[in-house]
Structures are given as structure tokens and as C-alpha cells.
């Protein structure tokens, strides 16, 4: 199984920055892909970035030219750099990585979410 540990939510003003990351740990063989999605109060989750393990990026249109998204490999770690944030970019914040575990499943597992409040 993959654990995945995010951290970085909290509250920011319009403009502002955060920058949040997720941990991946546990029986990974290797990693596939890592993102961020996100859900808003009365809306679909939807994506906003990710990231293949070879290198190719993916954005929602909304976010582009003000998220990016990278990875430490070494750590299997996911991080959404996020700036001039909008109070529309409120939202829990999910990661998802597929990988494929020792056992060779390969599956997508999903972090528990952290909110981000864009205040205006």
C-alpha cells in the first residue's frame, strides 16, 4: 500500500502564496504520475496540475502562469507551488499519485485533502 501525507493549506489573502506538498510513502515500487486536484464547496473535483515520471506537465487553464507543479524524486515528494492565489482557488486541495507497489499493483491513491482559503 501507498500512504500519501500532504501539508502546506491554510489561509492567505488574495495574492498570495502557498506552497503545498505530498509525501508519498510505503511499498512503491515506482511512481507513474503525481498530482493535485481539487474540490470547492458544491463542485466536481477537479485537476490542477500533474506531473508524469517522465517530466510532462499538466495544468487546469484556470491556474496556468500561476501554479507549478514539481517533484523530489528522491523523496517522493509532490509540491504545488501556488501565487497570486484567488478567492476562487478556494478549495480542498487533494494529491493523487499512481504508482505501482513492490507487489506490482499499480493503482492511484489519493491524500486526505488540506484546505486552502483565499480570503478577499
Known amino acids: 500500500q501507498v500512504q500519501l501525507a500532504e501539508s502546506g493549506g491554510g489561509l492567505v489573502q488574495a495574492g498570495g502564496s502557498l506552497r503545498l506538498s505530498c509525501a508519498a510513502s510505503?511499498?512503491?515500487?515506482?511512481?507513474?504520475?503525481m498530482g493535485w486536484y481539487r474540490q470547492a464547496p458544491g463542485k466536481q473535483r477537479e485537476l490542477v496540475a500533474s506531473?508524469?515520471?517522465?517530466?510532462?506537465?499538466n495544468y487546469a487553464d484556470s491556474v496556468k502562469g500561476r501554479f507549478t507543479i514539481s517533484r523530489d524524486n528522491a523523496k517522493n515528494t509532490v509540491y504545488l507551488q501556488m501565487n497570486s492565489l484567488k478567492p476562487e482557488d478556494t478549495a480542498v486541495y487533494y494529491c493523487s499519485v499512481v504508482a505501482t507497489t513492490r507487489d506490482l499493483r499499480y493503482s492511484e491513491y489519493w491524500g486526505k485533502g488540506t484546505l486552502v482559503t483565499v480570503s478577499s
Open positions: 506531473l508524469t515520471s517522465g517530466g510532462s506537465t
Open positions: 510505503g511499498s512503491i515500487f515506482s511512481i507513474n504520475r
